[in-house]
């Protein structure tokens, strides 16, 4: 791929730390972070990664697991977000909308099969800066949320939502799209970059981190408070959910009907990400430790095809529909 790698050269020294496809592993109404031990959780969640997932997850998720959903071959992590739902205007009906590949700007998707983009950046997009800003990989263990499924409001940078038409993106917003996408709606979740160095998990699953970051985009992360003096990778997750084949059941001028598995605010600001570490032994550190892990890895860690990663399966762990079109999301008809 002569030409993809000159492409790369013009526009990045290609430097700047990991972004790999996941395929779906599941969606299941499951959540070990916010409802450890909880069969089924609150609200449908879309899953990537590790098949050590489970209800409860503790330990060393890297040693437990046998086979991932990631492009990255060592990453046996966990990474899940909200499910995107479509709430029939007339009939009130709900239909889950099914994720796609991320087509990236440059790279592929090499053949996922939903699924999410994972990002693990060390500066910016392009760069790193790793003579001036060591980065230290998560431990065994380590989990953390961003946003919350309450807000009404804008909660934190880098939740946000883009209106694609085509492939082509367009402008990010921290609310919903109000119109069709006829390329489907793009999500982003941005967790913060600095960590208190102590604590794997804190009560609110947030207090652990700091966001020292205010913009939207893949930006370096400004110095960590002393409180949380630690410069972990910054972590990114981008979906695109396929809405087009429920654009023309949304009439001209109606409000969006494109809400979240928890329904919570139809502006989307309730939009949300989990994280549950799970890279085996020390392969994400020695992946940070370098400069050139970026697009497609490095020798410091393995790969695999996606067409294996598509392979990695959990059972269904709580049994019930989440497709289909349904009366009311799964949780909210008062069984759950
Ligand atoms: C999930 O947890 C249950 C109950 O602790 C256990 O029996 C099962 O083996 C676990 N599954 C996986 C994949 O870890
Ligand atoms: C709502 O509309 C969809 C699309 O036409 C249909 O498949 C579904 O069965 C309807 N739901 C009800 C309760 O009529
Ligand atoms: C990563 O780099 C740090 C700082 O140079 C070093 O102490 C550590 O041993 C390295 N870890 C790995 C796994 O390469």
Redesign the pocket.
């Known amino acids: 791929m002569k030409s993809l790698s000159a492409a790369l050269a013009l526009i990045a020294p290609v430097q700047a730390g990991l972004r790999f496809p996941c395929s779906t592993l599941t969606f299941q109404r499951l959540d070990p972070v916010v409802q450890p031990g909880s069969n089924p959780s609150a609200h449908v969640h879309h899953i990537v990664g590790g098949?050590?997932?489970?209800?409860?997850m503790t330990g060393d998720v890297g040693e437990?697991a046998t086979c991932t959903t990631c492009q990255m071959a060592e990453d046996f992590s966990n990474y899940w977000t909200a499910t995107l739902y479509f709430k029939h205007p007339t009939n009130g009906s709900y239909h889950r909308v099914p994720p796609v590949p991320v087509q990236p700007l440059l790279g592929g998707s090499n053949g996922a099969q939903g699924g999410l983009t994972v990002y693990y950046t060390q500066f910016d997009l392009s760069r790193d800066n790793l003579n001036q800003q060591p980065i230290k990989a998560f431990p065994p263990g380590f989990r953390m949320t961003v946003g919350s499924p309450t807000a009404n409001s804008k909660n934190h940078a880098g939740l946000s939502y883009q209106c694609m038409s085509g492939s082509s993106r367009g402008t990010i917003t921290n609310t919903m799209p109000t119109k069709p996408c006829t390329g489907g709606i793009f999500t982003t979740h941005h967790f913060p970059p600095c960590w208190d160095g102590k604590n794997l998990d804190s009560p609110d699953h947030q207090s652990h981190m700091y966001n020292t970051v205010t913009s939207e985009g893949f930006t370096n992360a400004p110095a960590c408070p002393a409180s949380h003096p630690v410069r972990v990778p910054q972590v990114a997750y981008e979906t695109v959910w396929d809405t087009t084949k429920f654009n023309s059941m949304w009439p001209s001028g109606a409000p969006n009907p494109f809400v979240w598995s928890f329904e919570g605010s139809p502006t989307g600001y309730g939009t949300h990400a989990d994280y549950m570490f799970g890279w085996k032994g020390d392969s994400l550190q020695r992946a940070m430790n370098k400069s050139e892990c970026f697009y497609d890895g490095c020798n410091a860690i393995t790969k695999q095809a996606m067409a294996t990663a598509s392979q990695c399966t959990?059972?269904d762990?709580v049994g019930e529909e989440t497709v289909g079109w349904l009366p009311s999301l799964p949780g909210k008809d008062g069984s759950g």
Request: without cysteine; hydrophobic residues 50%.
């Open positions: 098949n050590a997932f489970n209800a409860t437990r959990v059972k762990m």
